[in-house]
T-cell receptor, first 115, second 113 residues
Framework: AQSVTQLGSHVSVSEGALVLLRCNYSSSVPPYLFWYVQYPNQGLQLLLKYTSAATLVKGINGFEAEFKKSETSFHLTKPSAHMSDAAEYFC?????????????FGTGTRLKVLA | NAGVTQTPKFQVLKTGQSMTLQCAQDMNHNSMYWYRQDPGMGLRLIYYSASEGTTDKGEVPNGYNVSRLNKREFSLRLESAAPSQTSVYFCASLPAGGPGTQYFGPGTRLLVL
């Protein structure tokens, strides 16, 4: 069964510092992996996704993530944090190719950016 | 193109009352989903509809029912609301062609007293 673990429910970084949000997955087959961002009182929007093409995936707003099969990880990074990056981030996995396409979400990491 | 819309945005219910949360998408997507979001628990799948005319239970279906009225609309019904159903509810849709990007609505915040 697929699952996702996000280490750290809260992460604080200084403005301009590296952002690293961790995601580990469990899947019996090569998965599709996603990072979503949620700003206060809004729905989720896609940051980036891995769909078995390049292992380094670039997304919106300067974020990127690297798929590492040996470590079952898909960590999200951004070289320099901006105040506007403060939000909650969710990692999600899907390995359901049967046609029903179910997704499992992590518990989320709230990113705080300090001035 | 409005994307995924949800009504209402906010609702207060008393224990035992019923209500229906509405969701509609105008992107001609095949699959639709209902999630609930609770602090520290991420998003949990309540029900989903892989295509028009089909619905299936997700991780936390108890206390809920759904209707896929047509390709555009997917409603979630609480027959007898309980305080444990206080949550933020999100509807999402997915185009045909594989487990790609889900598109989310803005959410419905529900408080059950």
């Amino acid at each position: 069964a697929q699952s996702v673990t996000q280490l750290g429910s809260h992460v604080s970084v200084s403005e301009g510092a590296l952002v690293l949000l961790r995601c580990n997955y469990s899947s019996s087959v090569p998965p599709y992996l996603f990072w979503y961002v949620q700003y206060p009182n809004q729905g989720l929007q896609l940051l980036l996704k891995y769909t078995s093409a390049a292992t380094l995936v670039k997304g919106i707003n300067g974020f990127e993530a690297e798929f590492k099969k040996s470590e079952t990880s898909f960590h999200l990074t951004k070289p320099s944090a901006h105040m506007s990056d403060a939000a909650e981030y969710f990692c999600a996995v899907s390995d359901d190719f049967s046609g029903t396409y179910k997704y499992i979400f992590g518990t989320g990491t709230r990113l705080k950016v300090l001035a | 193109n409005a994307g995924v819309t949800q009504t209402p945005k906010f609702q207060v219910l008393k224990t035992g009352q019923s209500m229906t949360l509405q969701c509609a998408q105008d992107m001609n997507h095949n699959s639709m989903y209902w999630y609930r979001q609770d602090p520290g628990m991420g998003l949990r799948l309540i029900y989903y509809s892989a295509s028009e005319g089909t619905t299936d239970k997700g991780e936390v279906p108890n206390g809920y029912n759904v209707s896929r009225l047509n390709k555009r609309e997917f409603s979630l019904r609480l027959e007898s609301a309980a305080p444990s159903q206080t949550s933020v509810y999100f509807c999402a849709s997915l185009p045909a062609g594989g487990p790609g990007t889900q598109y989310f609505g803005p959410g419905t915040r529900l408080l059950v007293l």
